[in-house]
C-alpha cells in the first residue's frame, strides 16, 4: 500500500513557478515509479511526466517539456514537480500517482495509487 497526498498548489500569475510536492507512505514506496497528471475542468486527465523508480529517468508531455521537472528524494519519500514559465493553459487540478511500472508510464490505466490532487491556478 502507498499513500500519497500533494501539497504546494495555489494562484500564480503567467511567467511565475510553482513547485509541488508529492508525499509517499509505504514501506515499498521507492519501488515505484511515479507520475504527475492534471485534470482542467471540463477535460480529461492529462499526462504531464513520469520519472522511473531510481529517479534516473524522465519523461514529460510536449506541452510542459522544458518547463516542468520532475524529481525525487526516495530517502524522503518525496516527489517534486518543479513548474517554471507557468502559463494560463496549465490551470488545473494536479495529480501525483505511484505505478509498479519500473520506468514509468503515460498512461493513467498503469498507475495503482493516487493522491487527491492540488490546485493550481494559473492568472494572465
Known amino acids: 500500500q502507498v499513500q500519497l497526498v500533494e501539497s504546494g498548489g495555489g494562484l500564480v500569475q503567467a511567467g511565475g513557478s510553482l513547485r509541488l510536492s508529492c508525499a509517499g507512505s509505504?514501506?515499498?514506496?521507492?519501488?515505484?515509479?511515479m507520475g504527475w497528471f492534471r485534470q482542467a475542468p471540463g477535460k480529461e486527465r492529462e499526462f504531464v511526466g513520469t520519472?522511473?523508480?531510481?529517479?534516473?529517468?524522465?519523461y514529460y508531455a510536449d506541452s510542459v517539456k522544458g518547463r516542468f521537472t520532475i524529481s525525487r528524494d526516495n530517502a524522503k519519500k518525496r516527489v517534486y514537480l518543479q513548474m517554471n514559465s507557468l502559463k494560463p493553459e496549465d490551470t488545473a487540478v494536479y495529480y501525483c500517482?505511484?505505478?509498479?511500472?519500473?520506468?514509468?508510464?503515460?498512461?493513467?490505466?498503469?498507475?495503482?495509487?493516487w493522491g487527491q490532487g492540488t490546485q493550481v491556478t494559473v492568472s494572465s
Open positions: 509505504g514501506r515499498t514506496f521507492s519501488s515505484y515509479a
Open positions: 500517482a505511484a505505478t509498479p511500472i519500473g520506468s514509468g508510464s503515460a498512461s493513467s490505466d498503469e498507475y495503482d495509487y
Open positions: 520519472i522511473k523508480w531510481s529517479g534516473g529517468s524522465t
